[in-house]
């Protein structure tokens, strides 16, 4: 089990929104850029979202203006916000240090279907 635990996935129609959390123990996610990566079935992972410990924020081309990444610093957690939903959104969402630096967690599973 690694540092970062994310939540908060699920079944949602499109159009729809979702919030993901990644709760971290053990670092502080402040000290580092954090990134919000997903892959799809057959797919490679990929980094959607990233944010630095100055609150700058990137995105990917597919994802820009529906996913806003923040960071709570106080709680040691990150978040997605997931809006406007497409069905090719769906995959398991994981968060990491960018670049790579701890053992993935478990992921959470984000599913946009009618």
């Known amino acids: 089990q690694g540092p970062l635990v994310e939540s908060g996935g699920g079944l949602v129609q499109p159009g729809g929104s979702l919030r993901l959390s990644c709760a971290a123990s053990?670092?502080?996610?402040?000290?580092?850029?954090m990134g919000w990566y997903r892959q799809a079935p057959g797919k490679q992972r990929e980094l959607v979202a990233r944010?630095?410990?100055?609150?700058?924020?990137n995105y990917a081309d597919s994802v820009k203006g529906r996913l806003t990444i923040s960071r709570d610093n106080v709680k040691n957690t990150a978040y997605l916000q997931m809006n406007s939903l497409k069905p090719e959104d769906t995959a398991v969402y994981y968060c990491n240090t960018v670049p790579l630096i701890y053992p993935w967690g478990q992921g959470t599973q984000v599913t946009v279907s009618s």
């Open positions: 053990g670092i502080i996610i402040r000290s580092y850029v």
């Open positions: 944010i630095s410990s100055d609150g700058a924020t």
